[in-house]
């Protein structure tokens, strides 16, 4: 499918823009609160506005993920409230082809309903799409398809356990991180690749170069008052090996069951990564506890170094992904430019139509963003969430940023 211009990609989308039908607001902290006045210095006051794709009319629930293998080819998926109490809602799929947003069934090649659906790709014809069975419990297999470029095929799995993470680098390479297994498919089975430490995260940007992090239970900086540490592991295209990080422990007196563990990791263009962790403990049994930390490690080429302290200052998240040009969004909608420009994107809040009322407060919660291939443009999926007395609600929502 031949890529479009900007304009021609995403400018013609059913775009509500919302000026004039709402408060505006700048980016919010992670509490979804607005967040206002320069929080450092090279921060700027004001930058570009999320606009919004009216493509899910006034259903109540949210998107849950997105991937963009090109401009005019991209990919969705909603859990709408079914009133029913479902624990999966009705789960939808959105796709995107250069001139609207349209709503399908769920293929049936995923052989039933699924839930938590995950969407991955390495090009518009290498499209998966990854979730739960429903009803079968914290052990239910993934069902899983892949969409070739005009169908949907059925892939075989028996994998199960929570899915973490997926990785697409083509037809005959992907990684899904379930459970605490590491499983690859080579284009006609998956077979198991054992990690040496526990993983709660997968990223790469190629079949050899791929990262897993999460935490150890031996080695350096272990002991009875210490149950874990970070632990990080990279697949080099044969094995998987673990790489030194940092140790982290709290100042003496340890508190009690102290653990520190590393729960995203992030690849980055030129062989660079980015990690984030934390060091807590089994708070309530002693007095003067310290604080839990929160730390951030950068992958250099040749090391991971604690960059906690001395990070680019821009307010931090814990979820962030690329921009596409060196730089990171920050899903509390905060924009690090590869220039190391801090800027707060800013959003407008939703009429106060039909369900939601003048006095609402309306918060906006991504749980992906992406960057648009060929653009500098973001594509971020999630849901407006609207407290108000009576009869709060979350409202799903896609958004384009033009940066």
């Known amino acids: 499918m031949r890529s479009r211009s900007t304009a021609a990609a995403l400018g013609v989308l059913a775009v509500l823009v919302m000026a004039g039908c709402g408060t505006d607001r700048a980016a919010s902290d992670g509490d979804g609160r607005p967040t206002g006045g320069s929080s450092s210095p090279g921060s700027s006051a004001k930058g570009p506005r999320w606009a ?15 991937t963009a293998p090109a401009a005019d080819d991209m ?3 909603a859990a709408f409230d079914s009133g029913a ?3 999966s809602g009705d789960q939808r799929l959105f796709h995107y082809d250069g001139r609207s947003w349209r709503q399908q069934d769920m293929p049936r090649e995923l052989d ?5 659906t995950r969407l991955a790709s390495s090009g518009p014809d290498d499209v998966w799409l990854i979730g739960h069975g429903v009803g079968t419990g914290h052990q239910s297999r993934l069902h899983m398809a892949r969409w070739d470029g005009s169908r949907w095929q059925r892939v075989p799995s028996k994998l199960t356990g929570r899915l973490k993470d997926v990785l697409v680098f083509g037809p005959d390479d992907v990684w899904v991180l379930a459970g605490e297994e590491a499983q690859h498919w080579d284009g006609r089975r ?8 526990n993983a709660s995260s997968m990223a790469g940007t190629s079949g050899d170069d791929v990262w897993a992090v999460g935490h150890r239970t031996t080695g350096p900086g272990l002991g009875e008052d210490q149950y874990s540490q970070p632990a990080a592991m990279h697949w080099d295209g044969r094995d998987w090996k673990v790489v030194d990080t940092p140790v982290f422990r709290f100042p003496d007196p340890q508190p009690p ?18 990690a984030y962790g934390d060091l807590s403990f089994n708070h309530g049994e002693m007095e003067n506890e310290p604080q839990d930390r929160s730390f951030t490690l950068r992958w250099d080429g040749e090391r991971w170094v604690d960059v906690t302290d001395d990070a680019p200052s ?4 814990r979820d962030a992904a690329p921009d596409g040009h060196g730089g990171l969004i920050h899903l509390n909608r905060w924009h690090l430019t590869g220039d190391g420009d801090c800027r707060r994107t800013a959003w407008s809040e939703l009429p106060a139509t039909g369900d939601i009322t003048r006095q609402a407060q309306q918060s906006l919660w991504f749980a992906r963003i992406v960057p648009v291939p060929g653009n500098r443009k973001l594509l971020g999926v999630g849901h407006m969430q609207v407290n108000q007395s009576g009869n709060p609600l979350s409202r799903p929502l896609i958004a384009t940023l033009d940066f």
């Open 52 to 66: 919004y794709a009216d493509v899910a009319g006034d259903k109540r629930g949210r998107f849950l993920d997105v």
């Open 75 to 77: 990919w969705a998926t």
């Open 85 to 87: 109490g479902s624990r």
């Open 112 to 116: 039933g309903g699924v839930y938590s």
């Open 190 to 197: 998956w077979s198991d690749r054992p990690l040496p430490a």
């Open 257 to 274: 069951e102290a653990s520190a563990s590393l729960d995203r990791v992030l690849a980055l263009p030129g062989g660079k990564a980015l």
């Open 314 to 317: 821009c307010p931090k998240g």
